[in-house]
């Protein structure tokens, strides 16, 4: 069965970088486009970008543009996100969604608090 | 960029039709996917393209979108139903991805 595996929380000061792992398993990692999404304390989902596995090819959110950086290790079947220069409002739990028919498959989340 | 609506609330009574909508303009002219988030948990998808429901997905969940608006109707709620709702589209121009504000469903 389709999978998605995320690495555990984290606790980030301002300023730092955070880097979520996403483990897929149960079908072809290169043949679908994998996505991170945010969901911040009490709020809503915010979409953050898409990463082709096959071709390494990205495409991220405005709020994101600069800050953010989608990569992956085929052989291990795993995706990666950075996100740089953190701030108190990146404060969220970080999901790794499969893009089937929509968004079929979400990982578990990762929990990454930002605080001094 | 595209922005969806939704109400903020919905309450239903156990057995009732929770009707949920998810507005923009011209919004019948793309495809709209809907998730469920129950408190502390992933969001599982439960309507994809308007009207397609996942395999496991009870029959009780349905979609539909027209005009300006999709809807995701429950039937026969139930106690297990009680849970945010989110609908998304794909903006064709920017290839990005958006998610409505999302509708919190209270079973009486």
């Known amino acids: 069965q389709v999978q998605l595996v995320q690495s555990g929380g984290e606790v980030k000061k301002p300023g730092a970088s955070m880097k979520v792992s996403c483990k897929a398993s149960g079908y072809t990692f290169t043949d679908y486009n994998i996505h991170w999404v945010r969901q911040a304390p009490g709020q809503g989902l915010e979409w953050m970008g898409w990463f082709n596995p096959d071709t390494g090819v990205t495409n991220c959110a405005q709020n994101f543009q600069g800050r953010v950086t989608m990569t992956r290790d085929t052989t291990i079947r795993t995706a990666y996100m950075d996100l740089r220069s953190l701030r108190s409002d990146d404060t969220a739990v970080y999901y790794c969604v499969r893009w089937g028919d929509a968004f079929d498959f979400w990982g578990q989340g990762t929990f990454v608090t930002v605080s001094s | 960029s595209y922005v969806l609506t939704q109400p903020p609330s919905v309450s239903v009574a156990p057995g009732d039709t929770a009707t949920i909508l998810c507005g923009e303009n011209d919004l019948g002219n793309r495809s709209v996917h809907w998730y469920q988030q129950r408190p502390g948990q992933a969001p599982v998808l439960v309507i994809y393209?308007?009207?397609d429901r996942p395999s496991g997905i009870p029959e009780r969940f349905s979609g539909s979108n027209f005009g300006d608006t999709a809807t995701l109707t429950i039937s026969r709620v139930e106690a297990g139903d009680e849970a945010d709702y989110y609908c998304?589209?794909?903006?064709?121009?920017?290839?990005?991805?958006?998610f409505g504000p999302g509708t919190k469903v209270t079973v009486l």
């Open positions: 998304q589209v794909w903006d064709s121009e920017s290839d990005h991805y958006v």
């Open positions: 393209y308007d009207t």
